[in-house]
């Protein structure tokens, strides 16, 4: 059993930065990925990358704007986010999934342990 913690979240103006960060109370060398939620809408995956943080996978609403990090030593993933728009907020929620880096991993049912998330709200 993993237990990951979100946080970083907040309120920020479009255009600015937050910083998440994920951290897990076991082993999470394994593939982190980030999802978000917004009212209404279904999970969709953000960002993820492989247990040593050198692969690394992004929609197409983060690429250029996001970045996934990882500091094993400190059992903790980071998202970087820069240039956030107001379509940007949501629930951020980190996952671990324990299958091997052999393509997109990208639905939420490859990942099987879940942090609480963290409010992201972006304001106009």
């Known amino acids: 059993q993993v237990h990951l913690v979100e946080s970083g979240g907040g309120l920020v103006q479009a255009g600015g930065s937050l910083r998440l960060s994920c951290v897990g109370d076991?082993?999470?060398?394994?593939?982190i990925g980030w999802f978000r939620q917004a009212p209404g809408k279904e999970r969709e995956f953000v960002a993820n990358?492989?247990?040593?943080?050198?692969?690394?996978d992004y929609s197409d609403s983060a690429k250029g704007r996001f970045t996934i990090s990882r500091d094993n030593a400190k059992n903790t993933v980071y998202l970087q986010m820069n240039s956030l728009k107001p379509e940007d907020t949501a629930v951020y929620s980190c996952a671990l999934s324990t299958t091997a880096w052999d393509g997109p991993l990208r639905s939420t049912h490859e990942y099987k342990y879940w942090g609480q998330g963290t409010q992201v709200t972006v304001s106009s």
């Open positions: 990358c492989n247990w040593s943080g050198a692969e690394t």
């Open positions: 076991g082993d999470i060398v394994y593939v």
